[in-house]
Nanobody, 124 residues
C-alpha cells in the first residue's frame, strides 16, 4: 500500500504564492505517475498538474499553466507544487494522487492512491 501525505496549504492573498508537498511512503515504488488535483465546493475534482517519477515531462491544466510548477525529489519520494500568482478561483482542497501506470492522465478515476487533501484559500 502507498500512503500520500500533503502539506503546505493555507490562506494567502491573491497574487501570493504557496508550495505544496506530497510525501509518499509505504510501497511508493508502486507508483509511476503522480498528479495534483483540486476540488472546490460543488465542483468535480479536476486535474492540476502531473509528473512521472522517471522522466522530466510535466503536464498542466490550462488554468494553471505558467503559474504553477510541479517537481519531484526522487530521493525523498516527494512531489511538490509551487503555486504563484494565486487567484481566488484557485481556492480548493488540493489532493496528491499516485498512479500505478507510467503515464499521466487528466482523469481522477485513473489514479490509485490519494492523500487526505490540503486546503488552499485565496482571498482578494
Amino acid at each position: 500500500q502507498v500512503q500520500l501525505v500533503e502539506s503546505g496549504g493555507g490562506l494567502v492573498q491573491a497574487g501570493g504564492s504557496l508550495k505544496l508537498s506530497c510525501a509518499a511512503s509505504g510501497r511508493a515504488s508502486s507508483t509511476y505517475a503522480m498528479g495534483w488535483f483540486r476540488q472546490a465546493p460543488g465542483k468535480e475534482r479536476e486535474f492540476v498538474a502531473g509528473i512521472l517519477w522517471s522522466a522530466d515531462n510535466t503536464y498542466y491544466a490550462d488554468s494553471v499553466k505558467g503559474r504553477f510548477t510541479i517537481s519531484r525529489d526522487n530521493a525523498k519520494n516527494t512531489v511538490f507544487l509551487q503555486m504563484n500568482s494565486l487567484k481566488p478561483e484557485d481556492t480548493a482542497v488540493y489532493y496528491c494522487a499516485g498512479r500505478r501506470y507510467s503515464s499521466v492522465t487528466y482523469y481522477f478515476m485513473d489514479y490509485d492512491y490519494w492523500g487526505q487533501g490540503t486546503q488552499v484559500t485565496v482571498f482578494s
